[in-house]
Antibody, heavy 117, light 110 residues
Framework: QVQLVESGGGLVKPGGSLRLSCAAS????????MTWIRQAPGKGLEWVSH????????NYADSVKGRFTISRDNAKNSLYLQMNSLRAEDTGVYYCASFRAWNCDYWGQGTLVTVSS | QSALTQPPSASGSPGQSVTISCTGTSGDVGNYNFVSWYQQHPGKAPKLMIY???KRPSGVPDRFSGSKSGDTASLTVSGLQAEDEADYYCSSYAGSSGVVFGGGTKLTVL
């Protein structure tokens, strides 16, 4: 059974930075595109970014472009999201998910990011 | 990117069928067969229920089915059961804009 475990969430002040990690196991990580999806409190899902298996293809939502950086380390079976210049509207649960044919087939449990002074 | 449009709520009695719509544009739902549906119970991560408009992942009951006509996709849940009560989200590939989600529909089993 595919396992994805996010970490790195927490409370950060506006303008601050945070790095999320996602540890993957029980599947061939390097074969898969991966994605970050977020959910503001009481709100719907929002696609944030995705990255190809070899890391060469990357795409971002307009709302995070220039502030967030997605990356991966296939040797460590890990996915990352570096978040800079954080804003209150970035608050929410961040999920990592495996990404195939433009759908998210396996999800982690999520990590909460709170941006507040 | 604009969100896909879903009704905020839907309901049905046990055993009945209910259909949830997801309306996009020719830039997403209408132009690509990469529509997915996710089920999310409170406090839990979403779960993929339908992908590529009408395909079910292994383990998803065949009570769940998907379809698409023009710019609108639909999820039908037949033979409603209490455990189907959850939030449902649609998503679609949107070309250079990546992936766009619907606002979600809260399904209540009466």
């Amino acid at each position: 059974q595919v396992q994805l475990v996010e970490s790195g969430g927490g409370l950060v002040k506006p303008g601050g930075s945070l790095r999320l990690s996602c540890a993957a196991s029980r599947f061939t990580f390097s074969d898969y595109y991966m994605t970050w999806i977020r959910q503001a409190p009481g709100k719907g899902l929002e696609w944030v970014s995705h990255i190809s298996g070899n890391g060469r293809t990357i795409n971002y939502a307009d709302s995070v472009k220039g502030r967030f950086t997605i990356s991966r380390d296939n040797a460590k079976n890990s996915l990352y999201l570096q978040m800079n210049s954080l804003r209150a509207e970035d608050t929410g649960v961040y999920y990592c998910a495996s990404f195939r044919a433009w759908n998210c087939d396996y999800w982690g449990q999520g990590t909460l990011v709170t941006v507040s002074s | 990117q604009s969100a896909l449009t879903q009704p905020p709520s839907a309901s049905g009695s046990p055993g009945q069928s209910v259909t949830i719509s997801c309306t996009g544009t020719s830039g997403d739902v209408g132009n690509y067969n990469f529509v997915s549906w996710y089920q999310q119970h409170p406090g839990k991560a979403p779960k993929l229920m339908i992908y590529e408009v009408n395909k079910r992942p292994s383990g998803v009951p065949d009570r769940f089915s998907g379809s698409k006509s023009g710019d609108t996709a639909s999820l039908t849940v037949s033979g409603l059961q209490a455990e189907d009560e959850a939030d449902y989200y649609c998503s679609s590939y949107a070309g250079s804009s990546g992936v766009v989600f619907g606002g979600g529909t809260k399904l209540t089993v009466l």
